[in-house]
């Protein structure tokens, strides 16, 4: 079995230090927990960008100084920006950070109802998002909240805008969108493209069992304050601890940790 991607979504566009002060907005918060996520395991770290106030942002300038910030600290991790920005923002300001020439990007796959809102991603959208990735030779993350972003994916593969071996990260809990149920998550793993590669984002109280399912069913697994800010009932998380409760069950389970130059490898990402 291939070594196990843990991937660390370190602050999102809507959690806030009003619901956990570990949740890092600063440029220097930011890199601190991205060290501590990287130390404990991650070697990808999922990147949003926020004001010193908390509002979330996806202006380049703002994301090349977060970047650089973590590139102090985990000079080898793999640095995967956000295009999903926050709900609202246009094609324009959500794709900024990917003229920054990233290793990584995601590429959100559909319309959801996300929570009480509409997280819009037309065709258009996503042929203009995986147009700019392929030009600018970044390696796209195919976020898919439901079954058939699947198949949006794949006509974007066939098109030529995604190369192969796509990789795809399942987020499963949102309300709204597909539940994170076992059954659920094989569904989705037995529908992508043979070859692809699967990362799974469990949301809220869901984000540790879909991790451990991942370590056993040869995926991948996504952790964070994104999309769960808490260790236990009532207990409050850092990233750090998150990547470090998963990176210990897969231990426990057998399965080693990639590093960053081997989840380059698996995922077919030229440095």
């Known amino acids: 079995m291939e070594k196990l991607i843990i991937t660390c979504a370190l602050t999102g566009a809507e959690v806030t230090k009003k619901q956990s002060p570990h949740v890092p907005y600063t440029p220097e918060e930011?890199?601190?927990?991205?060290y501590e996520?990287?130390?404990a395991g991650a070697s990808i770290l999922h990147v949003h960008v926020r004001r010193d106030d908390?509002?979330?942002t996806q202006d380049k300038n703002r994301f090349k100084e977060v970047i650089?910030?973590?590139r102090a600290k985990c000079?080898?991790?793999i640095i995967q920006v956000s295009t999903g920005g926050a709900v609202g923002m246009s094609d324009e300001e959500r794709l900024q950070p990917v003229e920054l020439y990233p290793?990584?990007?995601?590429l959100d796959a559909g319309t959801i109802n996300f929570g009480d809102e509409i997280f819009v991603n037309s065709w258009p959208s996503l042929v203009?998002?995986?147009t700019k990735m392929k030009a600018n030779n970044v390696k796209p993350e195919i976020e898919v909240f439901d079954r058939g972003m699947i198949e949006n994916a794949v006509?974007?593969?066939k098109m030529g805008l995604i190369d192969g071996p796509m990789h795809f990260d399942f987020v499963l809990g949102v309300p709204g969108g597909m539940p994170a149920t076992m059954e659920d998550l094989l569904h989705m793993v037995r529908s992508i493209p043979a070859g692809s590669t699967w990362t799974v984002a469990g949301i809220g109280r869901f984000q540790t069992p879909m991790a451990a399912a991942a370590i056993i069913m040869g995926g991948h697994a996504r952790v964070g304050l994104e999309d769960n800010i808490y260790y236990s009932k009532g207990v409050l998380a850092t990233n750090g601890q998150l990547v470090e409760r998963v990176a210990r069950l897969a231990k426990e389970l057998g399965r080693e940790i990639a590093t960053p130059d081997e989840a380059r490898a698996i995922l077919n990402i030229k440095r």
């Open 30 to 34: 930011m890199a601190q927990s991205a």
């Open 37 to 39: 996520a990287y130390s």
């Open 54 to 56: 908390g509002t979330p």
């Open 68 to 70: 650089d910030a973590i």
């Open 75 to 77: 000079p080898d991790a």
């Open 103 to 106: 290793e990584m990007a995601t």
């Open 128 to 130: 203009n998002f995986a």
């Open 155 to 157: 006509r974007l593969h």
